[in-house]
């Protein structure tokens, strides 16, 4: 029997453990284990496993050592075998096909900033999934607990992810972005020419979401009429459940688990904005957040917006978290030529363009 790719089936058990929100460990060791065992030169993976040495590796345990040897000997591992079965249902009709129109996701973070992984890993996993670009959204300098870019660090990110794209393969890039803070004043947290230098700007709100209602209007207005700004991000600010088990930890630097309610705001108006200036209203995938509620996307929808299905993925295995806003899309009605990331690379990149030169 051929021998398969061990490396690549513990790669796959972390996706799929993060993917169905297990515990942070859990992944990390399936992860670090992979790490581990590409570093070896030559042969000597399979003659530790032919020997029983695997486990003598620092971040190899007997679990993953057992799906190594089972790998090795041309066996789908138990354990993947078991999470491929358990899965969960597949999703219905409509939301099966706006997941499959979907070509990239406009909301991701890396380890630049309160991500768990590298610009490269992040990019490979998208490139599994079938997308066509992902964009880079890590955060902008005032969320210091989320290690927020500044300026330069920003400028020196747009250097690495020219160099990543060099080497990632053909039909797949990453478009450089940010998720840029909305200041109290509704101003955008980054230098003006660096965020006219990037491909794809998200904008959110992360500080005083208790704002009363007219304040929070103004700033929100404020923002979406810059004309930098592309996508309005997790516009709620919302948390419907604490986080699940799995999300806390490297991939989630500075969110803590708790339940938040809704910021409050004048909807009608801010959508009203959104569709006259052409700007995108995110469906936030993650499962934790389910922002903006069903009642905002279907209010958007008749506004006349366009929208983004984004996972705000802060590790690779959370890239496939789109089918949970693909659902929650559907569901409301949201057809899938109003859905940005839906478009082609090009495309997104002239309506992004546009913005800004409004």
């Known amino acids: 029997m051929t021998a398969r790719d061990p490396i690549a089936d513990l790669r796959r058990i972390a996706f799929l453990l993060e993917r169905a929100n297990e515990a942070t460990y859990r992944v990390r060791a399936f992860r ?13 993976l399979a003659d530790r496993a032919a020997a029983g040495k695997l486990t003598e590796l620092p971040g ?16 789908e591992p138990v354990y993947l ?14 939301a099966t096909a706006l997941r499959a129109a979907l070509r990239g996701d406009c909301h991701t973070h890396s380890d630049w900033s309160d991500g768990g992984s ?10 599994e999934l079938g997308h066509e670009y992902l964009v880079l959204t890590d955060h902008s300098p005032r969320l210091k607990v989320a290690r927020g870019l500044t300026a330069d660090r920003l400028r020196r990110q747009l250097d690495q992810v020219a160099e990543v794209n060099a080497e990632l393969p053909a039909g797949f890039r990453i478009l450089t972005g940010i998720e840029v803070d909305i200041l109290a004043d509704g101003s955008l947290d980054q230098e003006e020419e660096l965020l006219a230098r990037l491909d794809v700007v998200v904008g959110s709100v992360h500080s005083g979401l208790n704002d009363e209602p007219a304040k929070m209007t103004r700033r929100m207005l404020a ?36 339940t938040r309610p809704e910021s409050r705001f004048d909807a009608a108006e801010v959508f009203a904005a959104c569709a006259e200036h052409g700007k995108a209203i995110e469906i936030n995938s993650r499962p934790e957040r389910q922002d903006p509620p069903k009642r905002l996307i279907r209010q958007a929808l008749e506004a006349g917006c366009d929208f983004a299905v984004n996972t705000d993925a802060h590790a690779p295995g959370q890239l496939d978290w789109q089918r949970f806003g693909c659902v929650r899309a559907a ?9 940005v990331n839906t478009w082609p690379a090009e495309r997104l990149l002239r309506w992004a363009a546009g913005h800004s030169a409004d």
């Open 32 to 44: 670090s284990a992979a790490a581990a065992l590409a570093a070896l030169p030559g042969r000597e």
């Open 60 to 75: 190899v345990g007997e679990v993953t050592a057992r799906c190594v040897v089972e790998s090795l000997a041309g066996e």
């Open 81 to 94: 075998r078991r999470l491929v079965a358990t899965e969960g249902v597949d999703l219905d009709a409509a």
């Open 118 to 127: 590298p610009i490269e890993e992040m990019a490979l996993a998208a490139v």
């Open 223 to 258: 923002a979406v009429t810059n004309p930098h700004l592309d996508i309005l991000g997790h516009c709620t600010g919302r948390m419907v459940s604490s986080r699940p088990a799995g999300v806390t930890g490297p991939g989630d630097r500075g969110h803590r688990a708790r």
């Open 331 to 339: 569901l409301c009605g949201v057809p899938a030529e109003r859905v």
